[in-house]
């Protein structure tokens, strides 16, 4: 009942940027908490951003002063800014929203993962 999708990941050379959108839909009532996650090839997925019910956000180490994590409740969806990116950043990013939907009248919490999008970034 309730779908996550990102969106707008892609090439791009080093130095750049990018802009994801992590979308929830579905009997959506509220998106309240949005986290990014990043798994590059022969890693474990890891934390890159967060963003809590009340705005608070938190970064990883490695993306601090370049990435910029938001959300508007009003569209139901997340975004992760990235700029000044590097080949490190190569890896599928996932989004993972929390908030509530409308389940026969009443309303309900989930937690949904998205499918991932590629960010590839050339030398």
């Known amino acids: 009942q309730v779908q996550v999708a990102e969106s707008g990941g892609g090439l791009v050379q080093a130095g750049g940027s990018l802009r994801l959108s992590c979308a929830a839909s579905g009997s959506i009532f509220r998106l309240n908490a949005v986290r990014w996650f990043r798994q590059a090839p022969g890693k474990s997925r890891e934390l890159v951003a967060s963003?809590?019910?009340?705005?608070?956000?938190n970064y990883a180490d490695s993306v601090k002063g370049r990435f910029t994590i938001s959300k508007d409740s009003a569209k139901n969806t997340g975004y992760l800014q990235m700029n000044s990116l590097k080949p490190d950043d190569t890896a599928v990013y996932y989004c993972f929203g929390e908030g509530y939907y409308y389940s026969e009248d009443a309303l309900t919490s989930f937690g949904s993962w998205g499918q991932g999008t590629q960010v590839t970034v050339s030398e």
């Open positions: 963003i809590a019910t009340d705005g608070t956000t």
